[in-house]
């Protein structure tokens, strides 16, 4: 079974509502109407009925039962403006609140606040901070972790990795990299695996020294302290945790040496080459990034993604819904 035949059948068994807050944008659009047509999940477009309405008969779609949620108008609107000056600790007013709240992203994050939709995604039409920062002010991130990470998903036949952080952290310190170890490990048991986590480096077991070895070192003990039974380990090189043999070569006794399926790089840059590596010289598909670490299912979009990136996004995101839920 593919990546995402899982993912969709994992988002069907519960039907999970989704936000779209961009639902002008026609892409955004055809994706809802798709996911709603095939029983997966249950979406709500955020935007102006009547050019909602143009857009759908621009594209021949007939939006039938789709639920469309307009912003100034709902009334929920004021609630939703109190709810978030109290979830801000004063740091906005009720002023603020009104003006932040008319934007999309803003308001479809708090209908997940309140619990009116599962997850959202967003980030079509809107940049990755238009969306992340609303997620980090208002749902926050799980308790007793800090930070937001992204992920990648690869899959080449019956092969599935995860590499991590391709998006969010530049230069993660040893507490990041910790996190998103945990992180990482559980978006690998979203799509079905073991997670079996390998902390990269360019130094295996101390074959090197530096300040960018002991960060890793140091970090395998956080990650340790923060999931005492998962299976992490470092600092090794990508053939060390990818290759049997030269794993027992060159970190002999280690769970994780030479079985790896998921990869924590030591900072944004190299994960980002990793994994576009992966994808045009290994062809790997490569499905994200997948926001990790808060605390409900919002994930990014790029400005230029196709109608079936927003259909793929929607169902990840519902099945992401589905695991925190259970």
Do not use: W
């Amino acid at each position: 079974m593919d990546l995402f035949t899982k993912l969709t059948r994992m988002a069907q068994s519960s039907r999970k509502t989704i936000v779209f807050p961009e639902g002008e944008d026609e892409r955004v659009l055809k994706a809802a109407l798709r996911l709603q047509a095939d029983d997966i999940l249950t979406p709500i477009l955020l935007g102006d009925p009547a050019k909602i309405a143009d857009a759908a008969q621009r594209s021949g779609l007939d939006l039938g039962t789709v639920k469309i949620q307009p912003i100034a108008a709902d009334e929920q609107y004021e609630q939703f403006c109190q709810d978030f000056v109290e979830r801000r600790h004063g740091k906005n007013t009720l002023d603020q609140a009104k003006q932040m709240l008319l934007e999309p992203s803003y308001y479809g994050t708090m209908m997940v606040y309140e619990h009116l939709a599962d997850g959202m995604v967003s980030g079509a039409a809107h940049s990755t901070a238009n969306t992340v920062r609303p997620a980090l002010q208002i749902i926050k991130t799980v308790p007793g972790q800090k930070r937001v990470s992204g992920a990648m998903l690869l899959e080449r036949g019956d092969e599935r990795y995860v590499f991590a952080d391709c998006a969010m952290n530049i230069d993660p310190d040893s507490a990041t990299l910790a996190e998103i170890a945990v992180q990482s490990a559980d978006t690998a048991k979203l799509i079905g695996l073991d997670p079996v986590v390998a902390m990269l480096s360019f130094s295996t077991k101390g074959s090197a020294k530096g300040e960018m070895v002991s960060k890793v070192q140091d970090a395998v003990s956080l990650a340790h302290e923060l999931a005492p039974t998962l299976k992490i380990d470092g600092e090794l090189q990508f053939d060390a945790a990818f290759v049997p043999e030269v794993g027992e070569r060159k970190a002999p006794g280690s769970q994780v040496a030479g079985h790896a399926n998921v990869f924590v790089f030591p900072e944004l840059q190299s994960a980002n080459i990793g994994y576009k590596i992966a994808q045009r010289l290994g062809n790997f598909s490569a499905t994200g990034p997948v926001l990790q670490g808060l605390a409900a299912p919002v994930n990014d979009l790029s400005r230029g993604a196709s109608s079936d990136d927003v259909y793929r996004a929607g169902i990840l995101t519902a099945a992401q819904a589905n695991m925190k839920a259970e």
